[in-house]
């Protein structure tokens, strides 16, 4: 039986490369707590969970002391360097790449992920989905919903050339992948959507996020965390190419992707603002920028976001910062680009 919803499904006017952060922003949830869970899984696997001690508690500790040390690390850090412009706030917030290693690490020693599988992932997915620890932000579906590759010959040309990345400096590429596979399998059949369109699509959305050394290897993993996303930075590296960058003739641009970054937190600043289009997304009041952003003040030293609502038709396709309250603007945005 076909889905009313999907036969209606409008259709992006021109390629789209879509980079979301995926930590508060398509998803809610403290990624580094969730993935005690693992751990978990594999203590049940073993039957070891009724003799040793939860490893959400170990991470909480973990937790703890890492939120120690980069408060400590912020204060060092502007009592001796300047913050006074761009340069010096993206300078700031790539500093905390030490804090993020040390707090992996100390993972790697408390042996959290040590002998943990893909299997475990896949149970730990499974966990907090079907818990409600972790809910993907509403819109995330009709977001989604743009950038299935249908596979008949009507198919649009601009949705086979348009992709997603996710990025994460909290989470690893598995138990993304999984926690996708488990909501698209436990929540979109119910809601009347075709749950194997969209586990095609999870299954070749780019993953640029940390990984367990060997998690999908046979045998045991190492436990120790691959650290390929520390800070903006790195998350800087992952990205493509902006059209704007490139610098190409407007008849050129016009067909080449156009890269979106979408994400929730002050960190990803530069990454926001290397896109052609970087949105940020918050459902609070204006007055939260300056704390989200800070120490970066906006007006003399950095471009204020625009709010999606204030965009003209005709400004849609000019590099901008832009900011979204729900995904369902950022939706809407990418289906009026041209």
């Known amino acids: 039986m076909s889905n009313v919803a999907e036969s209606t499904q409008r259709r992006l006017q021109r390629p789209v490369h879509l980079v979301i952060d995926w930590d508060a922003t398509l998803t809610s949830g403290h990624w580094p707590h969730m993935l005690a869970n693992i751990s978990r899984m594999t203590l049940v696997r073993h039957n070891l969970h009724q003799q040793c001690a ?43 790449r030490d804090v ?9 020693e408390a042996n959290l992920f040590c002998s943990a599988t893909d299997r475990d992932v896949q149970m730990a997915a499974w ?52 926690t996708l596979r488990q909501v698209v399998r436990s929540e979109l059949p119910n809601l009347g959507y075709d749950a194997s369109k969209f586990l095609n699509l999870v299954d070749n959305i780019r993953i640029h996020a940390n990984e367990i050394e060997g998690i999908s290897a046979p045998g045991r993993s190492t436990g120790r965390l691959i650290p ?18 490139q610098n190409v003739p407007s008849h050129t641009a016009a067909v080449l992707p156009w890269l979106v970054y979408v994400a929730a937190r002050g960190s990803d600043y530069e ?37 999606m609502n204030d965009i003209g038709p005709d400004a849609q396709a000019r590099r901008q910062f832009l900011w979204a309250k729900t995904l369902g603007q950022v939706t809407e945005f990418l289906l009026a680009l041209r």
Not at 100 to 108: D, K, L, P, S
Not at 228 to 245: E, I, R
Not at 280 to 288: A, F, M, Q, R
Request: glycine share 6%; net charge neutral.
């Open 54 to 96: 939860d490893p959400a508690v170990s991470m909480r500790g973990l937790l703890v002391a890492a939120r120690q040390d980069y408060a400590n690390h912020a204060t060092r850090w502007l009592a001796t360097n300047a913050c006074d412009d761009v340069q010096g706030y993206c300078r700031y917030i790539n500093s905390f």
């Open 271 to 307: 990454c926001l603002m290397a896109a052609d289009s970087g949105i940020w997304l918050h459902d609070g009041p204006s007055t939260d920028v300056n704390n989200a952003f800070s120490p970066l003040s906006f007006g003399r030293m950095a471009q204020y976001p625009i709010p």
């Open 127 to 178: 966990f907090v989905i079907t818990n409600g620890l972790v809910r993907m932000r509403a819109g995330w579906i009709g977001l989604f919903r743009l950038f299935l590759v249908a596979m008949d010959v009507e198919n649009n040309s601009n949705e086979r050339r348009s992709t997603i990345t996710i990025v994460s400096s909290n989470s690893t590429v598995s138990f993304i992948r999984w």
């Open 100 to 108: 993020v290693q040390r707090f992996y690490e100390a993972i790697y």
């Open 228 to 245: 390929n996303v520390l800070c903006s930075s790195d998350k800087l590296q992952g990205l493509p190419a902006s059209v704007f960058s």
